[in-house]
């Protein structure tokens, strides 16, 4: 089970900070990441992270902007938005995808390879 948590409304400029605990399954095997989806658009890639906490990628619209960590110990991840625009507003997933035959330093950043799906959180920029 994936949690969400974090969004709400901000500021064009603003900042924000999203979390994703989860439970239920061995977090440290798993590749975690964040997809978007706003509305009347297909859902996309914002970001994602291995299961050592390593190697992080982003969408291009995202470089520069984020920071994305994660707590194995804590079984919990924490992205941080800096710089929001308001083509940043979406409904904002967190997701897992498994890796333990792969190497630590594996990250996916299609959603095909992930099959644990957070219920969203909503990220409003106001202009």
């Known amino acids: 089970q994936l949690q969400a948590s974090g969004g709400g409304l901000v500021q064009a400029g603003g900042s924000l900070g999203l979390s994703c605990a989860a439970s239920?399954?061995?977090?440290?095997?798993?590749?975690m990441g964040w997809f978007r989806q706003a509305p009347g658009k297909e859902r996309e890639f914002v970001a994602a992270?291995?299961?050592?906490?390593?190697?992080?990628d982003c969408a291009d619209s995202l470089k520069g902007r984020f920071t994305f960590s994660r707590d194995n110990a804590e079984k919990t991840t924490y992205l941080h938005l800096n710089n929001l625009k308001p083509e940043d507003t979406a409904v904002y997933f967190c997701?897992?995808?498994?890796?333990?035959?792969?190497?630590?330093?594996?990250?996916?950043?299609?959603?095909?390879?992930?099959?644990?799906w957070g219920q969203g959180t909503q990220v409003t920029v106001s202009s």
């Open positions: 997701a897992a995808g498994p890796a333990v035959f792969r190497h630590t330093s594996t990250i996916y950043n299609s959603a095909r390879e992930l099959n644990l």
């Open positions: 239920g399954f061995r977090f440290s095997n798993y590749v």
């Open positions: 992270i291995s299961r050592d906490g390593e190697n992080t």
